[in-house]
């Protein structure tokens, strides 16, 4: 009988995060200054960010060690398995082998935990006392919630109000946590007051959520910014996923030619492809990188290349991205933790320079995957995670039509357990897909004319 699951000891859990940017080919743009636009000193980001997680984020060391705290505390979850998809390759009859990380069985369901966990503890090591961050769909919101109860330290949380309402399990679970959270924009900051005197029916955005978490961090005592994605030491944190996967890999007796994530600003998608991307940029091993977005969030697919704010407001320093513009509202599409406007820095410059192919799922196709995968391999995915098995079965469709055995990897980022009212539209045939017009993202790339000349 084959084997279903291929599992790692807890002595397998890495001892180091893998950055990619010591192996790029052209390293990312620096991050400039929003003001001066002059590139970012470190000293620039201490009022945002812990002073370890800032040398983390400008780092170009190739590896960076894992305290041992932290890998302790990895302990709870990881190494988590390796899972041969055998009975969603036999409902698609495909010669093609495809495997899945499961990253929904940490304690908050979802792959956030592995930088919440470091974030925190750099923070508390530093003697900051509380923290303040966005959360899209909740998995990032409720990831840090739990490693501020670990670590004794306080949180607020700024909650992207579709998802506020959307999902209120999630809202619940970081309360039990201890975090406080505010559905987002909000009457509680400078930021949101003034997005809510313009459009007070405003759903809501995660760089919204951004720019009221980072001027309440700035505005706050002994309080630092954290997020959950999109910059490179957060990014560094979820190889963990990768490094995994690679000795599972070689443990099934196979090496994926294909490896998949579903892609929001950059954190899941990275961290179960860069640690086998790094085998390409050294040694030319010939392997595809598909980032799996929605078809109504396409930075990848149809945003631009330039200098942008990560936020709404514009508090953050601008970044070398892919960008459909800081004032992209996005649709009001279930998978909450995809609905950003840009793509992180190391992910951008490596699509830019041809290592990163991206597909762009419509909401119904994303959730007729899910619904198949449940059916076939018994797991609910997260409405995010649904994009990446979307790329999955089209892939191994091709390899049908192709009469090729391809190897496929993706990473199911969570579980979908606390998203079953957005199941349950699908299934009363009330979700629809959303489409953009070329019109719209033009107006709302106007706002990078004058950025940076």
């Known amino acids: 009988m084959a084997t279903k699951k291929i599992l790692l000891s807890e002595n397998d859990i890495p001892t180091s995060w893998y950055n990619i940017v010591a192996d790029m080919v052209n390293k990312p743009l620096p991050p400039l200054h929003p003001g001066?636009?002059?590139?970012?000193?470190?000293?620039?980001?201490?009022?945002?960010?812990?002073?370890?997680?800032?040398?983390?984020?400008?780092?170009?060391?190739?590896?960076?060690?894992?305290?041992?705290?932290?890998?302790?505390?990895?302990?709870?979850?990881r190494p988590t398995p390796l899972v041969r998809a055998?009975?969603?390759?036999k409902a698609l009859d495909t010669p093609a082998h495809i495997y899945f990380k499961n990253e929904g069985l940490s304690p908050v369901g979802s792959h956030k935990l592995n930088s919440a966990l470091p974030q925190a503890y750099y923070n508390k090591k530093q003697g900051i006392k509380s923290l303040t961050t966005e959360t899209g769909a909740g998995q990032w919101g409720t990831a840090l919630a739990f490693a501020c109860s670990v670590f004794g330290l306080n949180l607020d949380v700024f909650m992207v109000k579709v998802s506020y309402n959307q999902k209120p399990y999630r809202r619940?679970?970081?309360?039990?946590?201890?975090?406080?959270?505010?559905?987002?924009?909000?009457?509680?900051?400078?930021?949101?007051r003034k997005i809510l005197a313009r459009d007070p029916e405003n759903s809501g955005s995660l760089g919204i959520a951004i720019s009221e978490a980072i001027e309440k961090a700035i505005k706050s005592d002994n309080t630092r910014y954290t997020l959950g994605s999109v910059l490179n030491h957060v990014?560094?944190?979820?190889?963990?996923?990768?490094l995994?996967?690679?000795?599972?890999?070689?443990?099934?007796?196979?090496?994926?030619?294909?490896?998949?994530?579903?892609?929001?600003?950059?954190?899941?998608?990275?961290g179960i492809s860069f640690p086998f991307l790094r085998h390409r940029l050294?040694?030319?091993?010939?392997?595809?990188?598909?980032a799996s977005e929605p078809r109504s969030c396409p930075k990848l697919t149809r945003g631009r290349f330039e200098y942008d704010f990560g936020d709404t407001v514009g508090l953050t320093p601008l970044l070398p991205m892919y960008t459909l513009g800081h004032d992209f509202q996005p649709a009001d599409i279930h998978a909450g933790g995809l609905r950003y406007h840009g793509a992180g820095p190391l992910v951008s410059q490596l699509r830019k320079d041809g290592y990163v192919e991206v597909q762009d799922i419509p909401q119904l196709e994303s959730f007729e995957a899910g619904e198949l995968f449940a059916?076939?391999?018994?797991?609910?995915?997260?409405?995010?995670?649904?994009?990446a098995i979307a790329s999955a079965i089209r892939e191994a469709k091709k390899a049908k039509e192709e009469g090729k055995s391809k190897v496929i990897l993706f990473n199911l980022s969570g579980h979908g357990l606390i998203d079953m009212s957005a199941y349950d539209r699908f299934l009363s045939g009330k979700m629809t897909n959303y489409q953009l017009s070329d019109e719209e993202i033009a107006r709302s790339l106007n706002c990078l004319e004058k950025l940076v000349p």
């Not at 812990?50 to 400008?58: C, R, S, T």
């Not at 990014?235 to 990768?242: A, C, D, K, N, P």
């Not at 059916?375 to 994009?387: K, L, Q, Y």
């Open 36 to 77: 001066t636009k002059q590139p970012l000193k470190p000293q620039d980001l201490e009022p945002i960010f812990a002073k370890e997680l800032i040398n983390q984020e400008l780092s170009q060391e190739r590896w960076i060690e894992i305290p041992d705290e932290v890998r302790e505390l990895y302990k709870i979850w």
């Open 86 to 89: 055998s009975s969603l390759e």
């Open 172 to 192: 619940i679970m970081m309360q039990t946590w201890g975090a406080g959270v505010v559905s987002s924009p909000s009457d509680t900051t400078e930021a949101g």
């Open 235 to 242: 990014i560094l944190h979820q190889t963990i996923i990768g």
């Open 244 to 270: 995994e996967a690679e000795k599972q890999m070689e443990m099934a007796g196979e090496y994926p030619e294909i490896v998949i994530g579903c892609f929001g600003g950059g954190s899941n998608f990275s």
């Open 282 to 290: 050294t040694s030319g091993k010939a392997i595809r990188i598909i």
């Open 375 to 387: 059916r076939t391999e018994g797991t609910i995915p997260a409405p995010e995670s649904t994009h």
